[in-house]
Each structure stands twice: as C-alpha cells, then as structure tokens.
C-alpha cells in the first residue's frame, strides 16, 4: 500500500512539473503581462530615442537580461508593447542607453539587432 502511495505522489509530482514546463513561454513562468509591468519606468524611454532613461528603468532591464534576456525581446515585440505605443526600434537601444555592458549586443530580436 506505501508502495502505490509512493508512485502516485511520484507521478502527480511528475505531472505537475510537465506541466509548468509546457505553460513557461518566453519570460518562464511569469507572464509576460506581468514582465511588461515590471518594466513600466521604461515606457517614456521605449517612445522617444533621445529621452533619458530614469535608473530604475535601467536596473529592471539589467535584472531582465541578467535572468533571461529572451523575454526582454518577447516583451517589446508583443501585443502589449505596441497597444502602449512602444516603438521596437527605441526599445531595443534601451540597455545601451542604460551602459548595460552585457546586454545582448548583435543579436536578433524580431526584425531588430540589439546595438
């Protein structure tokens, strides 16, 4: 009987991580909604290429892109971003204006390089 036990907690917990691996998009397991506004102090700098970007906008990019730079990109090319009238162009030259110094420099984002 310990033993059925035992394999059924095996395989609910089996189960139950299959499933958080099939639902982790792009940010993992946070929502990219919520990923988006975690980075709300950076939406006048994501509009206007010649704006400053406030600090606390710099160390939310800087965290991103420490813990998984492919959302940062999921983030400014979604649905949301362009609905908040984010332009991609800017966007993606935000961790340069910020001096990150290991942003993703070179790489894809979409149609965009990453300066």
């Given at each position: 009987m310990k033993c059925c036990k035992f394999i059924a907690v095996a395989l609910m917990s089996l189960l139950i991580t299959l499933a958080s691996i099939e639902a982790a998009g792009e940010c993992g397991p946070m929502p990219i909604g919520q990923a988006a506004a975690s980075l709300?102090?950076?939406?006048?700098?994501?509009?206007?290429?010649?704006?400053?970007?406030?600090?606390?906008?710099?160390?939310?990019?800087?965290?991103?892109?420490?813990?998984n730079p492919r959302c940062l990109c999921a983030v400014m090319l979604s649905p949301l971003a362009k609905n908040a009238g984010i332009n991609p162009g800017v966007a993606i030259a935000v961790p340069k204006r910020c001096n990150i110094r290991n942003r993703p420099a070179g790489k894809r984002c979409g149609r965009y390089i990453v300066p």
């Open positions: 709300s102090p950076c939406l006048a700098a994501t509009k206007n290429p010649r704006g400053k970007v406030p600090p606390v906008c710099c160390a939310k990019v800087g965290a991103l892109i420490r813990t």
